[in-house]
T-cell receptor, first 113, second 111 residues
Framework: SQQGEEDPQALSIQEGENATMNCSYKTSINNLQWYRQNSGRGLVHLILIRSNEREKHSGRLRVTLDTSKKSSSLLITASRAADTASYFCATDQMNSGYSTLTFGKGTMLLVSP | NAGVMQNPRHLVRRRGQEARLRCSPVKGHSHVYWYRQLPEEGLKFMVYLQKENIIDESGMPKERFSAEFPKEGPSILRIQQVVRGDSAAYFC?????????FGPGTRLTVL
């Protein structure tokens, strides 16, 4: 699998349900970030979790990071139709003192009313 | 998106023409990144620049593509002699520390 690979590729749920997306990566990282992209639009930064952190919350979002398994998960609780979007994880590897992000292909989330 | 501006938002070019994409970073940010997103794909890193310097261009094709971030003015991604495979969304991001702030992207269509 490539660096920052999400699964599932697509997820369809009803409003009010929770959505969980997973991300796996290969190399050591400085931090891992989750982004949302609405169809045909730019990226919105959701949350950043550093390599020495295990869990982080932001509103209805909960992100976990397991560096031993090189994996992260994004949980969206009590989903809404407006959460419909593609979600990407991006790993920051801090090469030579600067960061470049490596993105996965994303999980497409559809929340039905 | 914290003020990163890109223009144009949509650009149509015929094969062989040149495409110039502009990015104005968040005021005060001196780090600029360019990414390319092909349909149904995630973003792929192309180049990282600081003012007047290219720091890392490992993700940029060796031919036809160039980038600059002059002392004054926006960062420019230039694609010469475009081909159909260049059709994609090109995103710019700027940062001062860890978090990169993304612009809305330029969608390039090559006919």
């Amino acid at each position: 699998s490539q660096q920052g690979e999400e699964d599932p590729q697509a997820l369809s749920i009803q409003e009010g349900e929770n959505a969980t997306m997973n991300c796996s990566y290969k190399t050591s990282i400085n931090n891992l970030q989750w982004y949302r992209q609405n169809s045909g639009r730019g990226l919105v930064h959701l949350i950043l979790i550093r390599s020495n952190e295990r869990e982080k919350h932001s509103g209805r979002l909960r992100v976990t990071l397991d560096t031993s398994k090189k994996s992260s998960s994004l949980l969206i609780t009590a989903s809404r139709a407006a959460d419909t979007a593609s979600y990407f994880c991006a790993t920051d590897q801090m090469n030579s003192g600067y960061s470049t992000l490596t993105f996965g292909k994303g999980t497409m989330l559809l929340v039905s009313p | 998106n914290a003020g990163v501006m890109q223009n144009p938002r949509h650009l149509v070019r015929r094969r062989g023409q040149e495409a110039r994409l502009r990015c104005s970073p968040v005021k005060g940010h001196s780090h600029v990144y360019w990414y390319r997103q092909l349909p149904e794909e995630g973003l792929k890193f192309m180049v990282y620049l600081q003012k007047e310097n290219i720091i890392d261009e490992s993700g940029m094709p060796k031919e036809r593509f160039s980038a600059e971030f002059p002392k004054e003015g926006p960062s420019i991604l230039r694609i010469q002699q475009v081909v159909r495979g260049d059709s994609a969304a090109y995103f710019c991001a700027s940062s001062q520390k860890e978090q990169q702030f993304f612009g809305p992207g330029t969608r390039l269509t090559v006919l």
